[in-house]
Every structure is written in C-alpha cells, then in structure tokens.
T-cell receptor, first 114, second 111 residues
Framework: DGGITQSPKYLFRKEGQNVTLSCEQN?????MYWYRQDPGQGLRLIYY???????QKGDIAEGYSVSREKKESFPLTVTSAQKNPTAFYLC?????????????FGQGTRLTVV | QKEVEQDPGPLSVPEGAIVSLNCTYS??????FMWYRQYSRKGPELLMY????GNKEDGRFTAQVDKSSKYISLFIRDSQPSDSATYLC???????????FGSGTRLQVQP
C-alpha cells in the first residue's frame, strides 16, 4: 500500500521541550512538505524539500527545523523557540516540482502543549 | 488580501441536495486547481484535479474553473451524510514552491 505515514497521531509537549514528528512516504515522490493547520485557518507552509539534502523555509518556519537525509523521510522538529506549537501538523508529498502537481497528505499529528 | 478566498461556512444542506462550493483567487498565474476533502482529525484527500479552465466530472463531483473570473467551483450532486466534511480548494503554478490553499468550507449534510 503506497502512502504517507505520520507518527505519532497525538503528541504532548511540555514547555521548553523539543519534539520530533515523523513523516515517511513510499510513493517515490521527490518533493515533501510540512503544513500547520489551526482551527478555521487554511494550511500554512512550514518547510518544503524538493530533493534529498535540500530544504527551504516556508511562510512560518520560525521555531521549526527539518532534515531530508533520505528520499522517503522528512521529519519535523518543533523546538522550544516555537511559542504557540499547539496545532494539527500535516505532511505531504508530490511527484515533482512543487506547485504543478497535486500533493498527497498523511493523516496528521495533533500536537498539544501541556 | 489573501491570494485564495473561501467562505468558511458551515454550509448545511438536506440529504440529496446539490451542493456548490466556491473559491476566488487573485493571482492570474495559477494554472492547476484542486479540491480536497478533509474529515475531522484526518488528513486532506484529493478529490479533483483540473488544469486550466473548463469542467471535470467524476461521479457525483464536478469541478469548474473560470480563469477569466478567477473563480473555481465544486458541485456535489445527490449529497450524502458521508459528504459532511471540510472542503479545501488549492491552487498551484509551475515554479511555485508549493500549493496555495483556501481556508476550507465546512459542509454538513443532514439525513
């Protein structure tokens, strides 16, 4: 079964703690993305990557970091510098150059600060 | 002003009704238009993908793109309670870093 797997589904973070969200895809897609979704708002782009070992900041990258060491994997770290991290995080991938093809999404990780 | 505008709803209709969902956009360079359906606490799933202007039909779903008016629509015929979800429009163009999404319209189909 091809698809995008995000884990964990739910994650709780204490103040001042870094947490890492996992995203794995077996679709052989070159491009991968991280979005943040808040209630009543659209998807906001955090980071994206078009090829291995390269990634670019999106609209709201502050307080987040990513890596792309393998084509299949694009983990997102929410650092303590992110002041309002409680949100629904979505990972996506697409075949080629961003913007010209449809993106496919994982099932999301809901992060809550406790 | 946002690049893509979408009425948040909620839109409530009786089962069997025809539903019309819409987005307007300001960037005339957009060439690719998509509709996603998102159930509560789930990731968005792609419903329709359209390149440039015109209509596309898939079962009970029809997507329309009017580039001259910068307006796209999704029609759902014979709506079912299982269609109750948030519908997101998305747009893209070659060379753009990622898709641009609307904020979503919440649809409720009453049995």
């Amino acid at each position: 079964d091809g698809g995008i797997t995000q884990s964990p589904k739910y994650l709780f973070r204490k103040e001042g703690q870094n947490v890492t969200l996992s995203c794995e895809q077996n679709l052989n897609h070159d491009a991968m993305y991280w979005y943040r979704q808040d209630p009543g708002q659209g998807l906001r782009l955090i980071y994206y990557s078009q090829i291995v070992n390269d990634f670019q900041k999106g609209d709201i990258a502050e307080g987040y970091s990513v890596s792309r060491e393998k084509k299949e994997s694009f983990p997102l770290t929410v650092t303590s510098a992110q002041k309002n991290p409680t949100a629904f995080y979505l990972c996506a991938s697409s075949i080629i150059t961003p913007g010209s093809t449809e993106a496919f999404f994982g099932q999301g990780t809901r992060l809550t600060v406790v | 002003q946002k690049e893509v505008e979408q009425d948040p709803g909620p839109l409530s209709v009786p089962e069997g009704a025809i539903v019309s969902l819409n987005c307007t956009y300001s960037n005339s360079a957009f060439q690719y238009f998509m509709w996603y359906r998102q159930y509560s606490r789930k990731g968005p799933e792609l419903l329709m993908y359209t390149y440039s202007s015109g209509n596309k039909e898939d079962g009970r779903f029809t997507a329309q793109v009017d580039k001259s008016s910068k307006y796209i629509s999704l029609f759902i015929r014979d709506s079912q309670p299982s269609d109750s979800a948030t519908y997101l429009c998305a747009m893209g163009r070659s060379g753009r870093r990622a898709l641009t999404f609307g904020s979503g319209t919440r649809l409720q189909v009453q049995p």
